[in-house]
């Protein structure tokens, strides 16, 4: 039999300070680590299903407001209302406002809430820009995937529910419901295949949007006289997205322009010259649709400015709605200012009728032919220079600035 070696007093030394090394190690890694930061609190059980209404409410009073300057619209995932201010993202109770989880970075503001399928999707900032995201379910709060990457320091977020977009200066990405980034695009910090030369090297991106099928977005191009509508598709057996270019030479990035909402195969461009229009482009890039407008929007650019909702997307021009079909973007009908009562944001369908926010309440709405039918009168103390509305079974929810209001 082998005698054992025997362990000598510096064995012992030795084997206690590279344990003591390792435990010192481990502790700065937590101390230092994104998990010692995170405060994230479950429900405390699933949230169930809201009944949808079955008739418009004949009045509406303010049920609760909480803070939400991370929302630019109302975030609505699984009946549940969305809410994110300073490094917190909540899961509210649509009719009480009752927090029922929270999610929090507390070493960090966010940056934007949105929401992809069943996940809510809290997006905070570090060094490389606004990149780091985290997927919270809506009915349990508890933390489903994340992904971290490159992205400017301001980023603009929207969803169609099916796909989110993050969309900055110089680049954007999409991601699909995994997180798992479907495109990139603009300004990327390295090529999918290095023998790809670097796309938008320069360009400034002005506008965009995406549904799962097509990401839409106006770029203006130090190499372009004017700028252009680059429309990508995520490819199927490839890591790049194919890229379909419509140029406007006539217009330059200071003129207005921008991507107004995107269908399954259409893009709806508003266009400020020569005269003010909505164009709808195909995927092939070819105009297939038009509306002169009588004058230009002055709506803010981007997601807070349109809403989908049942067969209907609407576009909140600043002075009045434009009215399309979800699915082709056809054009059906405006909405126009009547006197003192100017629409102030989209519509959304409730019950079969489109509710339109107005200065002085709702205005409810035949949606298949535009005619007004009543106005429900709102009180909404201070000055709002745009609604952007929301529905939860019979709770109408507004973000109105930095604030979400629930009426019913």
Same mark, same amino acid.
């Given at each position: 039999?082998?005698?054992?070696?025997?362990?000598?007093?510096?064995?012992?030394?030795?084997?206690?300070?590279?344990?003591?090394?390792?435990?010192?190690?481990?502790?700065?890694?937590?101390?230092?680590?994104?998990?010692?930061?995170?405060?994230?609190?479950?429900?405390?059980?699933?949230?169930?299903?809201? *009944?949808?209404?079955? /008739? %418009?409410?004949?009045?509406? =009073?303010? $049920?609760?407001? #909480?803070? +939400?300057? @991370?929302?630019?619209?109302?975030?609505?995932?699984?009946?549940?209302?969305?809410?994110?201010?300073?490094?917190?993202?909540?899961?509210?109770?649509?009719?009480?406002?009752?927090?029922?989880?929270?999610?929090?970075?507390?070493?960090?503001?966010?940056?934007?809430?949105?929401?992809?399928?069943?996940?809510?999707?809290?997006?905070?900032?570090?060094?490389?820009?606004?990149?780091?995201?985290?997927?919270?379910?809506?009915?349990?709060?508890?933390?489903?995937?994340?992904?971290?990457?490159?992205?400017?320091?301001?980023?603009?977020?929207?969803?169609?529910?099916?796909?989110?977009?993050?969309?900055?200066?110089?680049?954007?990405?999409?991601?699909?419901?995994?997180?798992?980034?479907?495109?990139?695009?603009?300004?990327?910090?390295?090529?999918?295949? *290095?023998?790809?030369? /670097? %796309?938008?090297?320069?360009? =400034?991106? $002005?506008?965009? #949007?995406? +549904?799962? @099928?097509?990401?839409?977005?106006?770029?203006?191009?130090?190499?372009?006289?004017?700028?252009?509508?680059?429309?990508?598709?995520?490819?199927?057996?490839?890591?790049?997205?194919?890229?379909?270019?419509?140029?406007?030479?006539?217009?330059?990035?200071?003129?207005?322009?921008?991507?107004?909402?995107?269908?399954?195969?259409?893009?709806?461009?508003?266009?400020?010259?020569?005269?003010?229009?909505?164009?709808?482009?195909?995927?092939?890039?070819?105009?297939?649709?038009?509306?002169?407008?009588?004058?230009?929007?002055?709506?803010?650019?981007?997601?807070?400015?349109?809403?989908?909702?049942?067969?209907?997307?609407?576009?909140?021009?600043?002075?009045?709605?434009?009215?399309?079909?979800?699915?082709?973007?056809?054009?059906?009908?405006?909405?126009?200012?009547?006197?003192?009562? %100017?629409?102030?944001?989209?519509?959304?369908?409730?019950?079969?009728?489109?509710?339109?926010?107005?200065?002085?309440?709702?205005?409810?709405?035949?949606?298949?032919?535009?005619?007004?039918?009543?106005?429900?009168?709102?009180?909404?103390?201070?000055?709002?220079?745009?609604?952007?509305?929301?529905?939860?079974?019979?709770?109408?929810?507004?973000?109105?600035?930095?604030?979400?209001?629930?009426?019913?």
């Amino acid at each position: 039999m082998v005698k054992p070696e025997r362990r000598t007093r510096g064995d012992l030394i030795a084997v206690a300070a590279i344990l003591a090394v390792i435990v010192v190690a481990a502790g700065l890694f937590w101390w230092t680590s994104d998990t010692r930061a995170t405060d994230l609190r479950p429900a405390a059980s699933p949230s169930s299903s809201t *009944p949808k209404a079955t /008739a %418009v409410p004949t009045s509406l =009073r303010e $049920l609760w407001r #909480a803070e +939400s300057p @991370a929302t630019l619209v109302p975030v609505i995932v699984k009946d549940n209302v969305i809410t994110g201010a300073g490094s917190t993202m909540a899961g509210r109770d649509p009719a009480t406002g009752e927090v029922r989880w929270s999610y929090a970075r507390t070493d960090r503001p966010l940056c934007g809430v949105s929401y992809v399928y069943h996940w809510a999707l809290a997006v905070y900032p570090d060094s490389r820009g606004c990149g780091q995201v985290s997927a919270i379910s809506a009915t349990t709060g508890e933390r489903g995937p994340t992904r971290t990457s490159y992205a400017d320091d301001r980023v603009t977020l929207s969803s169609d529910g099916s796909a989110a977009l993050s969309f900055g200066d110089t680049r954007l990405e999409q991601w699909r419901s995994d997180l798992v980034r479907t495109i990139a695009f603009g300004e990327l910090d390295a090529r999918f295949k *290095p023998v790809h030369v /670097a %796309v938008g090297k320069g360009c =400034r991106l $002005l506008s965009a #949007a995406a +549904s799962s @099928a097509v990401t839409a977005v106006l770029r203006d191009c130090p190499d372009s006289p004017g700028i252009r509508l680059t429309l990508l598709k995520a490819a199927d057996n490839d890591d790049e997205p194919t890229e379909r270019d419509v140029p406007y030479h006539a217009l330059s990035a200071d003129d207005g322009a921008r991507v107004v909402a995107v269908s399954e195969t259409t893009t709806a461009v508003y266009l400020p010259a020569p005269k003010p229009k909505l164009s709808i482009v195909d995927e092939s890039g070819s105009e297939v649709g038009s509306l002169l407008l009588d004058q230009k929007p002055t709506s803010e650019p981007g997601p807070a400015a349109v809403s989908a909702s049942g067969d209907y997307v609407t576009w909140w021009t600043g002075h009045s709605v434009i009215v399309m079909s979800s699915d082709t973007l056809t054009y059906k009908y405006a909405i126009p200012a009547s006197g003192p009562d %100017v629409p102030l944001g989209p519509g959304v369908i409730m019950a079969g009728r489109l509710l339109v926010p107005h200065t002085g309440g709702i205005g409810v709405y035949d949606p298949k032919t535009g005619a007004k039918e009543r106005l429900i009168p709102v009180a909404r103390p201070g000055s709002f220079p745009s609604i952007r509305p929301a529905v939860v079974g019979s709770t109408l929810i507004e973000q109105r600035g930095g604030t979400i209001v629930a009426l019913g």
